[in-house]
């Protein structure tokens, strides 16, 4: 799980932030830079295509392996590109590279949590999700920090190639990995049967249930404030003066293992206060680093308030997902674990691949100031429902660890 978490990761970075640095490096307009907020739309409407995952069987390695090592494949590819383009010269080619890195990313993340549900026992999900998010983060730190590093050496395109190899351990996890044995229904005859059993089904059973609409808006806004302010951090650090070296110190080690030790305690604190009291812990946290962001403006210049933050935000962000991604499961139902995960995860980055888009022109109108102030006030409703849903429809079962 920590390998496949690792190839989960490292096209996220390439796909998202990394890109923004680089388009940044290369001075294009906000509002240009802010568009790669939508790129990522194939995170949010993975779970379209989620249903193909369980109905169709790839002609090799079975089910879950055979369409984990084609995405991986198509992965290989996708960064390839990526890194052939040139955001300076040809902005849209770079975005319609980063846009397929994502779709592919979309797709390997759906097998890759349908393999995880399949393989381990109920207690022991827990830690195989920590495994995954911990490979997750060391993944973001190569090809975050470390690529904006090797840049300053190679250029961005080799740095941005050099990703590729990458995906190979991965590719061999996959190749090495159980099929998980699962007994699957008889599927209807008629087309309109299959989808229903594929894709109605999950829906209207998550849908009937209390406080379903309350529940779902939460998902989409909890991290409203976030996906508002990290399409801006390149041009934002950028414009105060730093380097890509003191940028790739600031996401670097120290990062890194505030991001571990976040997991480590957001597990921890799961176990212990149960996932709704620890959701609302992370959510006051988050909202605490989103109102540092502001300080850094008022004090350019300062590479230890940079560390501080970056700190902050790794810490917080690793923090905040175990609760999350914990709460997210435990809304599954067992005979649609795989559809309804898939769909919460969509619907998880709405903000940050919709809204996130026009952060660009807001920045430009506001100033990265007021800017910033603004997306510390838009984690407040998120914070709010949660609230809602813990007086009104609590958590019906916790992660057991």
């Not at 002609?59 to 383009?85: K, N, T």
């Not at 395109?157 to 990703?163: C, R, V």
């Not at 004090?299 to 560390?307: G, N, R």
């Not at 100033?367 to 102030?373: D, K």
Request: glycine letters at 10%; aromatic letters at 10%; hydrophobic letters at 55%.
């Amino acid at each position: 799980m920590a390998v496949l978490g690792f190839s989960s990761g490292l096209p996220w970075a390439l796909s998202g932030p990394t890109l923004r640095y680089w388009m940044s490096a290369g001075h294009l307009p906000l509002a240009l830079i802010g568009l790669t907020a939508n790129i990522g739309l194939a995170y949010l409407l993975k779970f379209l295509w989620a249903p193909l995952f369980d109905e169709a069987r790839p002609l090799f390695f079975g089910r879950r392996r055979g369409w984990l090592v084609s995405a991986q494949l198509a992965l290989i590819g996708a960064i390839l590109l990526l890194s052939l383009s040139n955001p300076a010269l040809h902005p849209a080619l770079a975005l319609a590279a980063g846009a397929l890195v994502a779709f592919c990313s979309a797709s390997q993340d759906i097998v890759i949590d349908a393999w995880r549900i399949e393989s381990f026992a109920p207690e022991i999900q827990g830690a195989a999700l920590a495994c995954e998010v911990w490979g997750w983060r060391v993944a973001y730190l190569v090809s975050n920090a470390g690529v904006i590093a090797l840049s300053i050496k190679t250029g961005w395109p080799l740095a941005m190639g050099l990703m590729a190899p990458l995906m190979l351990p991965g590719l061999v996890a996959a190749l090495l990995a159980a099929e998980p044995e699962v007994a699957r229904e008889a599927h209807p005859s008629t087309l309109a049967a299959r989808f229903s059993q594929a894709v109605a089904e999950p829906l209207t059973e998550f849908l009937r249930r209390r406080g379903a609409l309350l529940i779902l808006a939460f998902i989409v806004l909890f991290r409203l404030g976030g996906a508002m302010g990290a399409p801006m951090l390149a041009p934002f650090y950028t414009g105060l003066g730093f380097n890509r070296a003191a940028i790739a110190i600031a996401n670097g080690p120290l990062s890194l293992v505030l991001g571990i030790a976040g997991t480590g305690l957001g597990g921890l604190l799961v176990l212990r206060l149960g996932v709704g009291r620890a959701l609302l812990v992370t959510a006051l946290l988050q909202l605490g680093a989103l109102c540092l962001y502001p300080v850094l403006a008022l004090y350019p210049h300062a590479p230890h308030i940079l560390l501080i933050i970056a700190g902050a935000e790794a810490f917080t962000d690793a923090f905040s997902d175990t609760a999350f991604l914990s709460y997210l499961s435990g809304l599954c139902a067992p005979e649609h674990t795989a559809t309804q995960y898939a769909l919460f995860s969509s619907l998880a980055p709405l903000a940050l691949h919709t809204v996130a888009g026009a952060s660009g022109e807001i920045a430009v109108h506001t100033g990265f100031f007021a800017f910033y102030c603004l997306a510390a006030l838009a984690a407040l409703p998120g914070i709010v429902l949660l609230l809602l849903i813990l007086r009104r429809h609590p958590p019906r079962r916790p992660l057991r660890a």
